[in-house]
Every structure is written in structure tokens, then in C-alpha cells.
Nanobody, 127 residues
């Protein structure tokens, strides 16, 4: 059974930081590129960041570039999204996703092409 379990969400003031983690089981982790999406109330899912299979390549959505950092540990089977200088517009449910890829790059794929999703973790940034 494949499981993606997110943790680390919560409530923080604008300008603060949070660290989200996602632990993966049930697949060969190093065969999967990973990504985070988020969904704000009343809005569609939005790509946040992705990371390639070996962790050397990343992509970021423009609004989080320079504030968020995505990393992975293939031994611990985790991905970590460090979120700094948080803004109220970052408020959303954040979802960890996985897609099996041959390419080592960080994917820029639409939401439906990801193979597995976590249950999501709430991030709330107060002004």
C-alpha cells in the first residue's frame, strides 16, 4: 500500500516560517519525483514546487521562489518544504505528491499526472 503522510502544518504570523514534511512508503522512493501542491479556499490546486529523483534539481512557482526550499532524503524517504517569509496568501491545504519518472529532472506536470497524493496539511498565515 502506497502512503504519503504530510506533517508540519499549522498557524503562523506573516513573516514567519513553517516546515512541511512528507514521508513515503510502499514504493521505491528514489524512482519518484516529488512535488507539493496547495489548494486555497474556493480555488483550484496550485503547483508549489517539485524536486527530481536525486534531489539535485528543483522547480518553484514564481510566488514562492526565493522563500520556499524543497529538499529530499532518499534514505529516510522524506521530502521537506521549508517555507520562510510566509504571507497570508500562502494560506492553503498543502499536498505532497509523487510521480514515477525515468528523467532525473524536477517535473512541471499538471496535477492529474501525479501518481500518488497525501491527505494534505493545513497552513494558515495570519496578517
Amino acid at each position: 500500500q502506497v502512503r504519503l503522510v504530510e506533517s508540519g502544518g499549522g498557524l503562523v504570523q506573516a513573516g514567519g516560517s513553517l516546515r512541511l514534511s512528507c514521508t513515503v512508503s510502499g514504493v521505491t522512493f528514489s524512482e519518484y519525483a516529488m512535488a507539493w501542491f496547495r489548494q486555497a479556499p474556493g480555488k483550484d490546486h496550485e503547483f508549489v514546487a517539485s524536486i527530481g529523483r536525486d534531489g539535485t534539481r528543483t522547480k518553484y512557482e514564481d510566488s514562492v521562489n526565493g522563500r520556499f526550499t524543497l529538499s529530499r532524503d532518499n534514505v529516510m524517504r522524506t521530502v521537506t518544504l521549508q517555507m520562510d517569509i510566509l504571507k497570508p496568501e500562502d494560506t492553503a491545504i498543502y499536498f505532497c505528491t509523487a510521480v514515477r519518472l525515468i528523467s532525473p529532472g524536477a517535473p512541471a506536470l499538471p496535477r492529474p499526472q501525479y501518481d500518488y497524493w497525501g491527505q494534505g496539511t493545513q497552513v494558515t498565515v495570519s496578517s
